[in-house]
């Protein structure tokens, strides 16, 4: 009887799981669809991982292809997208 239980609980557990990626990719299918365009130029404090950040959220909502973190002589990051 025990082995049922776990069994049953196990499956329930991967359906949830199932869902939930279900879920999460219908959004990301919706925010790909928008018409937001990202900005170009030093985001936030200028540093590197600043503009990794701000390229990476970009893309995971689908507002981009791609990206460059170019280094200015400043020491500062320009973000520009494609």
């Known amino acids: 009887m025990r082995t049922m239980k776990r069994k049953a609980a196990i499956a329930a557990g991967g359906l949830a799981a199932a869902v939930g ?3 999460l990719g219908a959004g990301a299918a919706s925010a790909a669809s928008s018409s937001f365009t990202p900005r170009t130029g030093v985001m936030g404090d200028g540093s590197y991982q600043a503009c990794l950040e ?3 959220t970009m893309a995971q909502m689908g507002a981009l292809h ?3 973190c170019t280094k200015l002589p400043n020491g500062q990051y320009y973000f520009s997208w494609y």
């Open 21 to 23: 990626i279900s879920v």
């Open 54 to 56: 701000y390229g990476n």
């Open 66 to 68: 791609g990206y460059t």
